[in-house]
C-alpha cells in the first residue's frame, strides 16, 4: 500500500497575462445556481458545471452547452468491448461511454415548478486512478442554457489560502441540487499518491459538501481586495473530502493543463479557439486520456482513501438521504 504524500506548494509565480474571463457582473448566487446541474449517470448522481461555447456547425454557428464533472461521476457509463479487425484478424479494445443526463432545476418564487432534463454525450474523459478524474460532457441539444461559468485562468494563478469561496452543487443528489455553501481555501497543494510519479496536487477548501457534490464547481466570493474583479471566477472542481469542511478540489490550473494536452482548452479560455461540430463527431476525436502508466493500480488508490478517511463524493441513494435527514421511509 502506498503512503499519503502531503506537502506545500510554494506559490511564487503570477500570470503574466489576463485571459478572456472576467469576473461575474450582477447578482452572484443566481448566477452561479444558473450555471450549476445534476448529472444522473444511472448508478448514481453527481454535480456540474456549464461552460456554453459558440461552435461551426456546417455553414452557420450554433451554441453549444459543455459540463466539466468529475470522471467518477460518469464512470460507470464506460464500457470496453473486444473486437476483431475483419481485415488483419487482430483483436482490439473499444472504450465506449453512455450518455449521462443533465438535469437543471427549475425555481419560481421561492418554489421548485420542475426540471429540464437532456442527454449529454462523454467527450473527454480521464478516469480517477490517473489521478486527473476529470470528465467534459456535450448536452445534445443545442443552445439549452446561455449561461455559462467564468474561469480562474488571470492572476493570481493560485487562489491564496483565506480567500473565501462558494460552492454550489447537488448536496445529497436531485434532492439537494442548486444547494449553496461557503468556506475559504484553507490550504494548496496537498499532494496525494494516486499512482503519478510527482503525486496528484489538490487544494484544501472548508465548503460544506456531502455525497452528490463531486463533479461540482467551487467560485470565489470575491469579498477580499485583492479578489474582487476574480468574483464568481470557477477556481477548481470538488472531488473529494473527508467530512463536510476538509475536502479536496481539482485547482483550475491542473484543469487547464489537462485541458492543454487534450484538445480542449476552449472549454476552460474563451479566447481559445472551438472545433467545429464536425471534429467534435469526427472517429479521429479521442475521448479517453489513459494518463501515464504506473504501477499503481485503481485498488492502491481506494485503500489509501479507506486508510486516510478520504472518499468520493458521488452518489446518496433514498435510503441514504433518509436516513441523514432522519425522515422515516
Not at 97 to 121: C, P, Q, S, T
Amino acid at each position: 500500500m502506498k503512503r499519503l504524500v502531503i506537502g506545500l506548494v510554494l506559490v511564487v509565480a503570477m500570470a503574466t497575462t489576463a485571459l478572456a474571463d472576467g469576473p461575474v457582473v450582477g447578482p452572484l448566487a443566481p448566477h452561479l445556481q444558473d450555471v450549476s446541474v445534476t448529472i444522473n449517470s444511472g448508478a448514481g448522481e453527481g454535480s456540474g458545471v456549464i461552460v456554453t461555447r459558440e461552435l461551426k456547425d456546417g455553414d452557420k454557428k450554433v451554441l453549444v452547452n459543455f459540463v466539466w464533472t468529475a470522471a467518477h461521476v460518469v464512470d460507470n457509463l464506460r464500457s470496453v468491448r473486444t473486437v476483431i479487425d475483419s481485415k488483419t484478424g487482430v483483436s482490439k479494445k473499444i472504450v465506449e461511454f453512455r450518455d449521462a443526463y443533465i438535469i437543471k432545476e427549475l425555481v419560481e418564487k421561492g418554489r421548485r415548478v420542475g426540471e429540464l432534463k437532456m442527454d449529454a454525450r462523454i467527450i473527454k474523459y480521464s478516469h480517477s486512478e490517473t489521478g486527473e478524474d476529470l470528465a467534459l460532457l456535450m448536452v445534445r441539444k443545442r443552445d439549452f442554457v446561455k449561461a455559462s461559468a467564468k474561469f480562474h485562468n488571470d492572476g493570481p494563478s493560485i487562489v491564496p489560502i483565506g480567500t473565501k469561496l462558494f460552492h454550489v452543487g447537488s448536496l445529497l443528489g436531485q434532492d439537494g441540487s442548486n444547494s449553496m455553501t461557503s468556506g475559504i481555501m484553507s490550504q494548496v497543494g496537498r499532494v496525494i499518491d494516486l499512482g503519478k510519479a510527482d503525486g496528484t496536487v489538490f487544494d484544501q477548501t472548508t465548503v460544506t459538501a456531502f455525497p452528490g457534490s463531486s463533479g461540482g464547481g467551487v467560485f470565489v466570493a470575491g469579498e477580499e481586495k485583492e479578489m474582487v474583479k476574480h468574483r464568481g471566477q470557477y477556481c477548481g472542481m470538488l472531488v473529494r473530502g473527508a467530512g463536510e469542511t476538509f475536502n479536496l478540489i481539482v485547482p483550475v490550473r491542473r484543469m487547464i493543463t489537462w485541458a492543454k494536452d487534450n484538445n480542449c482548452s476552449w472549454a476552460l479560455d474563451e479566447s481559445a479557439k472551438t472545433p467545429t461540430m464536425s471534429e467534435l463527431n469526427s472517429h479521429t476525436w479521442v475521448v479517453e486520456d489513459n494518463g501515464t502508466q504506473s504501477s499503481h493500480s485503481y485498488s492502491d488508490a481506494e485503500e489509501n482513501n479507506k486508510k486516510y478517511g478520504l472518499k468520493f463524493l458521488l452518489q446518496t441513494n433514498e435510503k441514504d438521504f433518509s436516513t441523514i435527514l432522519k425522515i422515516k421511509p
